[in-house]
């Protein structure tokens, strides 16, 4: 028994140094029952920065969100149900996994375009607001890696609005979207520059202020079910 708790201490203090040498980087999971480690890639080659890409606002209970999901969220939960990330218009978008597309411009909003990949192990990831409609067609085999798309704007070609990507993963069909952060194995640190102004942080609940207050961990949204954020008192307040 003695051996044992030794192996087990010496085990968690290897553990213990490995995140203290390293610091979080949101890709980093540490060995868990239950818990897969990160499987998908990143949508852009490269390094995060101000001139390439970063995260600009979180999957889930975002300010934004709170602020605003009568009229842009109300079908998801209230919640935005995907990463944001800037990204000049024209950038090279990749696939983050194998798989095969399935739909092309679908019915999953974020216009002008839009490009759905099966990833076939029961998760599906949605690029939005492309710049035009991808060069693949429904039922071509992608890898990961592969360019499948190209960034853009939610005003269209004009790309002079706020040029960026959302990506959002699903399962369940379509009928459900997940946290992304977790499934993508990413320095989320250094690619996080953009999600701290104003509408991009957490909502604070004042009756719950620890929930959804990290980007791993927030909740799956349900579309068509009732609204998550309908809190009050919060911060901030609307």
């Keep these: 028994m003695a051996r044992g708790m030794s192996r087990r201490r010496s085990w968690q203090l290897r553990i213990a140094v490995l995140v ?12 868990d029952a239950g818990q897969a480690a990160p499987q998908y890639g990143l949508p852009f080659a490269g390094d995060p920065g101000p001139s390439t890409w970063y995260v600009a606002q979180w999957y889930g209970n975002t ?7 009568p009229d842009l969220y109300s079908a998801g939960q209230g919640f935005h149900f995907g990463i944001d990330f800037a990204a000049p218009c024209g950038t090279p978008v990749h696939a983050v996994g194998d798989g095969v597309v399935f ?28 710049r035009e409609r991808a060069p693949v067609s429904v039922g071509q085999r992608v890898t990961r890696g592969e360019v499948v798309a190209y960034s853009g704007d939610p005003a269209g070609p004009s790309c002079d609005r706020a040029s960026h990507l959302h990506l959002e993963i699903r399962r369940t069909g379509m009928a459900v979207a997940v946290d992304p952060v977790p499934l993508i194995a990413a320095n989320w640190r250094a ?13 604070l609940d004042y009756v719950n202020p620890s929930r959804w207050q990290v980007p791993e961990d927030q909740p799956d949204v349900r579309f068509g ?3 998550l954020n309908t809190f009050s008192p919060a911060w901030p307040p609307k």
């Design 63 to 69: 300010e934004w969100a709170y602020r605003n999901w």
């Design 103 to 130: 739909a092309v411009d679908g019915p999953y909003g974020a216009a002008p375009h839009n490009l759905v990949i099966d990833l076939g192990d029961g998760y599906l990831v949605l690029f939005g607001h492309l």
């Design 20 to 31: 203290v040498a390293v610091g979080w980087t949101g890709g980093l999971v540490l060995p």
């Design 191 to 203: 690619a996080e520059i953009g999600a701290h102004t104003d509408g991009t942080r957490f909502e």
């Design 225 to 227: 079910a009732g609204i």
